[in-house]
């Protein structure tokens, strides 16, 4: 399970995962997709060490080509670095003994401060997110602009270069269609969501993840009160929709659940999309407390880990890997 | 109400930004609302293909899409065009003209108003220089010019002892 998934982490009902991220470039050097492969991208790297790994400090340092095939999903999957991280070969990272904090390097910027906390917690990933920040500052001299804010790769994330994300867990709200209008109205707020998993807007395991879209012309505070008003009024209403569920439809929602849990007990195989869902609703009934069953961030931990880049032995096939799927639910589930 | 775009079909979609205090309100026919990329909640756009179509000038604009490239760093508007990546710090003041108004329709607003950073110690800005003096140096001696690298060689060193000091 991802070591960063923590017990009773706050609201873990319905939020997974708080996410920040600080886009950081150095003055007067190139971004990493010019300078892959020469003596400035060390010197990117070098600033990085310099900042993070002294004495007294658990941080670890790790080049992209030196991980296994495996490791590089688990990490990807486990949301510890990006994807366009992983793929190359030139970047690097530090990281915390937990995997709570990773500083990505050479990424689409030279650096990527990340804070990952468990459950709903913007305020925590933050502090966090802005101590690196400070670490780094002391050793790097950051591309910084008086009118534009930090300078960065992408001109969408100029500015503050922060990104508040917030890993939602929604099931109340797709049964009951709420989600729809919800979604609909979160872009007047300067706000975005996407499926976590799952091809364009398809959402498997109703996870969404809710991340502020304007980064320039608003404060790092105004960012995260303004994402934080969005992410309690729609925690608040996907659990007023659970709750109306078991009300009107009470026999149904709880015949779903408890054939769910059925199947994660006892299916032989079973692919990606059907195990999120049925570990989707079970997670709904513990909260509702309908159903005993495994904690919330065992459920969240669980989801991750059953992934197919975490399952993809040697020579395994998709079908073998169905069957290695429903042996780890199986395993897992009580 | 009739849509405020096309002043034709009525207007189903009520939009109200406000950004730094300055309120922009929006009443729109669902067609009309549909080239709005703000109002599209699940905004599953590459940044790539955003500034692609952004920078869609055809013919109407050849000498921008031609125009120099950054001092710094050698990248052109066109290359900008094609990744949605600019190449290095200064692009923001080599493309300003070209970059405000993408920024603007992105952010809605400007001006920076958030952290300042402290930059660096004395320290760090000194071991940049001598990093940056070393590049030139190496530099130098690869093209045979010795006379060049030696007098860099001296600068690195002067700088170095300043560390100590």
């Known amino acids: 399970m991802a070591l960063w998934l923590k017990e009773n982490a706050l609201d873990s009902d319905v939020a997974i995962s708080t996410r920040v991220r600080l886009a950081r470039n150095l003055a007067g050097i190139p971004f990493p997709h010019r300078i892959a492969g020469t003596q400035r991208a060390e010197q990117v790297k070098e600033t990085a060490k310099r900042a993070f790994l002294r004495d007294g400090m658990d941080f670890s340092y790790q080049e992209i080509r030196g991980l296994s095939p495996i490791n590089k999903t688990r990490l990807v999957e486990q949301h510890i670095i990006s994807r366009e991280l992983a793929s190359g070969n030139e970047g690097a990272m530090i990281l915390s003994p937990d995997e709570s904090i990773c500083v990505m390097i050479g990424e689409e910027d030279h650096y990527r401060l990340q804070c990952l906390r468990s459950g709903y917690d913007v305020d925590t990933a933050m502090k966090m997110a802005f101590e690196l920040d400070k670490m780094l500052n002391k050793e790097a001299e950051y591309a910084f602009d008086p009118e534009l804010g930090y300078l960065t790769s992408c001109p969408t994330n100029v500015g503050t270069g922060m990104r508040v994300s917030v890993m939602l867990h929604l099931p109340g709200l797709t049964l009951s269609g709420g989600i729809r209008g919800i979604l609909s109205a979160l872009g007047n707020f300067g706000v975005t969501a996407r499926g976590c998993y799952g091809e364009g807007s398809e959402a498997a395991g109703d996870i969404y993840q809710i991340s502020n879209q304007v980064t320039l012309g608003v404060s790092e505070k105004d960012i995260a009160k303004n994402l934080k008003t969005v992410v309690s009024q729609i925690i608040k209403k996907e659990r007023e929709a659970r709750n109306a569920l078991l009300h009107n439809q009470g026999a149904e929602v709880k015949d779903r659940i408890w054939r769910s849990y059925g199947l994660l007990k006892y299916a032989w195989k079973m692919d990606t999309s059907e195990a999120l869902s049925c570990i989707s609703l079970v997670n709904m009934g513990v909260g509702l407390g309908i159903i005993e069953a495994n904690t919330s961030d065992e459920l969240y931990g669980l989801m991750m880990d059953i992934m197919p880049g975490m399952l993809s032995g040697e020579g395994r096939t998709a079908q073998d890997r169905d069957v290695v799927r429903a042996r780890m639910i199986r395993n897992t589930i009580h | ?165």
């Open chain 2, 1 to 165: 109400m009739v849509c405020s775009e096309c002043g034709k079909r009525p207007a189903t979609m009520h939009y109200v930004q406000t950004v730094n205090g300055v309120t922009t309100e929006k009443h729109l026919c669902s067609e009309c609302a549909a080239k709005h990329q703000e109002l599209n909640s699940l905004n599953l756009f590459s940044a790539g293909d955003f500034f692609k179509s952004f920078f869609d000038f055809g013919e109407q604009m050849p000498a921008v899409m031609g125009g120099p490239a950054c001092k710094t760093c050698g990248l052109t508007l066109g290359d900008f065009r094609e990744t949605g990546l600019l190449g290095c710090p200064d692009c923001y003041s080599s493309f300003r003209d070209a970059i405000i108004p993408v920024l603007r329709s992105t952010h809605g607003n400007v001006q920076h108003v958030g952290d300042t950073p402290e930059n660096g110690s004395e320290e760090s800005k000194r071991r940049r220089e001598i990093e940056e003096l070393k590049a030139k140096m190496q530099k130098a001696i690869q093209e045979e010019n010795f006379e060049e690298a030696a007098k860099l060689r001296d600068e690195i060193n002067a700088k170095k002892g300043e560390e100590k000091e």
